[in-house]
Nanobody, 114 residues
Framework: QVRLVESGGGLVQAGGSLRLSCAAS????????MGWYRQPPGEERELVAT???????NYVDSVKGRFTISRDHAKKMVYLQMNSLKPEDTAVYYC????????WGQGTQVTVSS
């Protein structure tokens, strides 16, 4: 059974930082491409960042230079370090695991006040 559990969301002022964590109960965790997506209020879910089994990363342009995705294979964890947060980063953030299909966590709310 696949389970992804996000944590670390909250309320932060613009310019602040948050670190999101995703605990993955996945067999063969290392083969999955892991990612973070977000869904702003009233909008569709969008890609934020991904990291492959080999550590290659990809970011949406709006977060480049501010967010960093990382993974710990031994702990089966994925992280999203978010710095210089902006009000437009406000969204529900979802952890994603992709390998022959997609798996999703329940999401964690990030609210950035101006």
């Amino acid at each position: 059974q696949v389970r992804l559990v996000e944590s670390g969301g909250g309320l932060v002022q613009a310019g602040g930082s948050l670190r999101l964590s995703c605990a993955a109960s996945l067999s063969f965790f290392s083969v999955y491409t892991m990612g973070w997506y977000r869904q702003p209020p009233g909008e569709e879910r969008e890609l934020v960042a991904t990291i492959t089994r080999g550590g290659s990363t990809n970011y949406v342009d709006s977060v480049k230079g501010r967010f960093t995705i990382s993974r710990d294979h031994a702990k089966k964890m994925v992280y999203l370090q978010m710095n210089s947060l902006k009000p437009e980063d406000t969204a529900v953030y979802y952890c994603n695991a992709r390998y022959n299909g997609d798996f999703w966590g329940q999401g964690t709310q990030v609210t950035v006040s101006s």
